[in-house]
Each structure stands twice: as C-alpha cells, then as structure tokens.
C-alpha cells in the first residue's frame, strides 16, 4: 500500500480536527504493517492538518479503492463518534476514488462486522485481513 493511502486515512481521522490517540494507533500500526518509515509517518501527520482535498489519490490502484475507503471509515468511528466533519472527508473520499455509493455502504457494512468481532474495534485487535476478505467476497 502506497504512502498516498495513509495521507488519505490521516486527512479522514483528522476531520473533526484533532487524531485522538486510537486514531493515532490504528493509522501508526496500519502503515508500519504495510512497510511505512518514520519519514512516512511524519508525512502522513503532517497531512493530517491538510485535508482530503490536499490529496493526490490519482495513483491507487483499482484494487485498492475499497480497501482504502474502508479503512477510512474504519478510523473515522474508532472514537465512537462520526462527526458531520468527519462523514464528510468520507462522502469526498469515495468521489476522490470513484465508489459509487453502494458499493461503499456495503464496504461500510463489512468494517461494522469486522469491529462488532471480539475486542475488534480496538487498533490493535482490528483484524485487516479479515476486512480484505470481506471486501473481496461481497465486493
């Protein structure tokens, strides 16, 4: 997964103005399990003051899309509150990606039943690759 993705997910998490440490965790983990450096990691908090529209989302792959947009909305309830804020960075995420709008409720969907797992909201027991599959079986 490319470091543009994470920009994306840190614009997302930083909507409501402000990453909360879970926030911070989930995104950290992500990108550290997908080979990001703490040179990426400075990148992406950085973007997280710059917003979606400041992102370049041109370079991810087709095959990506959903898993991105899922991520996204992943990180944007792991405080337990979607804001108006937060809701819309997704809604111009998934135009940035071109996901037409089922597709990206069932993607929402499959996120929800990931975290409804035990313990599964939780950043460090969020099971990614139960998403992916999930995502790749309904999607």
Do not use: H
């Not at 940035?96 to 996120?111: G, Q, W």
Request: zero cysteines; glycine letters at 6%.
């Amino acid at each position: 997964m490319k470091l543009d993705v994470f920009v994306a997910l840190a614009a997302v998490a930083g909507a409501d103005g402000t990453i909360i440490d879970d926030e911070r965790v989930a995104l950290e983990r992500a990108a550290r399990r997908q080979g990001v450096d703490d040179a990426g990691l400075a990148a992406i908090d950085a973007a997280a003051r710059a917003g979606i529209d400041a992102v370049d989302l041109s370079a991810v792959a087709e095959s990506e899309r959903l898993f991105v947009y899922a991520m996204a909305y992943w990180m944007s309830r792991i405080d337990g509150d979607l804001t108006e804020d937060e809701d819309a960075v997704l809604t111009r995420l998934g135009q940035k990606l071109s996901i037409a709008d089922e597709p990206r409720m069932n993607t929402e969907a499959a996120v929800d039943e990931v975290a409804a797992l035990p313990a599964g909201s939780r950043p460090d027991r969020f099971d990614l690759d139960r998403l992916r599959e999930l995502l790749a079986k309904r999607l």
